[in-house]
């Protein structure tokens, strides 16, 4: 459509480098990209699309970050299919070709009649494209339009998200126990570890974080101190069609019993009512984590209370407050070590 006037539109045409790219002066590896970001936690969903970067060792520049939008000078590749706090990835530069196409606007703190502004674009679509058929329940191409804050983000879609944690829930697997990390956290938790090929849970516990690696297609290991919770990880494991795994039985302060070397760590540390943190709570946690410091370079580690990482030699890169509820946050360190 007429992206010139969509940048300028959004405030991006005034950045020399927009321009510059707009006009084909790019790197091969630059297009902008729009992703629309999930509203339960906007820091720590954006914190994903960059670690997705970084993972998989992409150039990327951030454009604009606003609200539930954020635009990138990046490429698109099939890694960002493990995103689950982002609902829309958008092509800003965008040409439609002569399949059916649809139109489609979402609110964010804006007023507007969306049916009329779906038809507006679809008709100055049609004048510049010709008459493009149009499908509203199967189109071979989208355009979605963000209207947030009166501004229109404009684009065409290239990924979508669908809800599908649904049946991975925690009293959908074979073992349940309620205390298991909803699915679509426990993805983002390991793609905030930066894990490419395989990924360590030392308190297991159900598999929550390990089903989500798997069916990513990472090597998943995890250890726990329970046994019924580790035959409950496998059976979980193998319910989802994740065959190839290794967990064990085993004390999480002595990983190198079982583990000598791992890409990342990605854990939910246990806790007890009201986040109480005992004395002996408080020695299992400082010498857990001096296990995995030994073990890897790379850790998303979940607690329940803040914790001093760089006093036992880690870089704290990011630090994440979720609110579960009014006695209850969890506090997610993205960590480093030297």
């Known amino acids: 459509m007429d992206g010139v006037m969509a940048m300028r539109a959004i405030g991006l045409w005034s950045c020399p480098c927009v321009r510059k790219c707009f006009y084909g002066a790019r790197p091969s590896w630059c297009m902008r990209l729009l992703f629309y970001l999930s509203g339960e936690h906007t820091g720590m969903?954006?914190?994903?699309?960059?670690?997705?970067?970084?993972t998989y060792h992409?150039?990327?520049?951030?454009?604009?970050?606003?609200?539930?939008?954020a635009i990138y000078e990046a490429e698109i590749f099939p890694g960002l299919s493990r995103l689950s706090m982002t609902h829309k990835i958008l092509s800003v530069?965008?040409?439609l070709s002569k399949q059916p196409f649809r139109v489609r606007v979402k609110k964010l703190l804006s007023e507007a009649d969306?049916?009329?502004?779906?038809?507006?674009?679809?008709?100055?679509?049609?004048?510049?494209?010709?008459?493009?058929?149009?499908?509203?329940?199967?189109?071979?191409?989208?355009?979605?339009?963000?209207?947030?804050?009166?501004?229109?983000?404009?684009g065409q879609t290239v990924m979508d998200f669908p809800y599908s944690y649904e049946g991975r829930k925690p009293h959908y697997r074979p073992y349940f126990h309620p205390s298991s990390v909803h699915p679509r956290i426990a993805r983002t938790?390991?793609?905030?570890?930066?894990?490419?090929?395989?990924?360590?849970?030392?308190?297991?516990?159900?598999?929550g974080i390990l089903i989500e690696a798997g069916l990513m297609g990472l090597e998943v290991k995890g250890l726990d101190v329970s046994?019924?919770?580790?035959?409950?990880?496998?059976?979980?494991?193998?319910?989802?069609?994740?065959?190839?795994?290794?967990?064990?039985q085993g004390d999480a302060t002595r990983l190198h019993n079982h583990f000598q070397e791992v890409e990342s760590v990605v854990t939910d540390m246990p806790y007890g009512k009201a986040s109480r943190l005992t004395s002996?709570?408080?020695?299992?946690?400082?010498?857990?984590?001096?296990?995995?410091?030994?073990?890897?370079?790379?850790?998303?580690?979940?607690?329940?209370?803040?914790?001093?990482?760089?006093?036992?030699?880690?870089?704290?890169?990011?630090?994440?407050?979720?609110?579960?509820?009014?006695?209850?946050?969890?506090?997610?360190?993205?960590?480093?070590?030297?």
């Open 58 to 69: 992409i150039p990327w520049r951030c454009l604009l970050l606003e609200h539930q939008v």
């Open 45 to 54: 969903a954006e914190a994903e699309v960059r670690a997705l970067f970084e």
């Open 227 to 248: 046994e019924h919770m580790v035959a409950g990880t496998r059976t979980n494991l193998e319910h989802f069609g994740i065959r190839t795994h290794r967990i064990f």
């Open 93 to 95: 530069d965008f040409s």
């Open 189 to 207: 938790l390991v793609n905030l570890g930066r894990c490419s090929r395989e990924v360590l849970d030392p308190f297991c516990g159900t598999g």
């Open 114 to 154: 969306t049916l009329q502004l779906e038809r507006e674009i679809a008709d100055d679509l049609q004048k510049e494209y010709g008459r493009i058929p149009v499908d509203l329940e199967n189109p071979e191409q989208e355009v979605y339009c963000i209207l947030q804050k009166g501004k229109r983000f404009l």
């Open 280 to 338: 002996s709570r408080k020695q299992l946690y400082e010498s857990a984590f001096e296990s995995i410091r030994d073990v890897t370079k790379k850790a998303c580690i979940v607690l329940s209370r803040p914790y001093d990482f760089e006093r036992l030699g880690y870089e704290e890169r990011e630090h994440f407050i979720l609110h579960v509820h009014k006695s209850l946050d969890r506090h997610v360190y993205v960590l480093s070590v030297q």
